[in-house]
């Protein structure tokens, strides 16, 4: 690990004070969980493979007829 300083308000400070005394862990610990949360939160969703695909009535592309595919097409 590498050490670092951050700068925070009498606010903060007092917040994380108190998470320390009442969760029992080190100030350190705290924050380093609360950057992983936060980059957590802010990931975008790789599962946009699977997004929707229970929706819609049942048929794929390859279940449609060219012609029905095309419409509107070219008018």
């Known amino acids: 690990?590498?050490?670092t300083s951050v700068y925070l308000n009498e606010t903060h400070?007092?917040?994380l004070r108190k998470?320390?005394?009442r969760e029992?862990?080190?100030q350190a610990d705290i924050i380093r969980d609360a950057l992983d949360a936060y980059e957590t939160a802010r990931r975008p969703?790789?599962?946009f493979a699977l997004t929707a695909s229970g929706e819609g009535d049942g048929r794929s592309a390859a279940d449609i007829s060219e012609e029905e595919l095309l419409e509107?097409?070219?008018t």
């Open 45 to 47: 969703d790789r599962r």
């Open 72 to 74: 509107g097409f070219g």
């Open 24 to 26: 029992g862990r080190s």
């Open 13 to 15: 400070v007092e917040r």
């Open 1 to 3: 690990m590498k050490k």
């Open 19 to 21: 998470l320390s005394e």
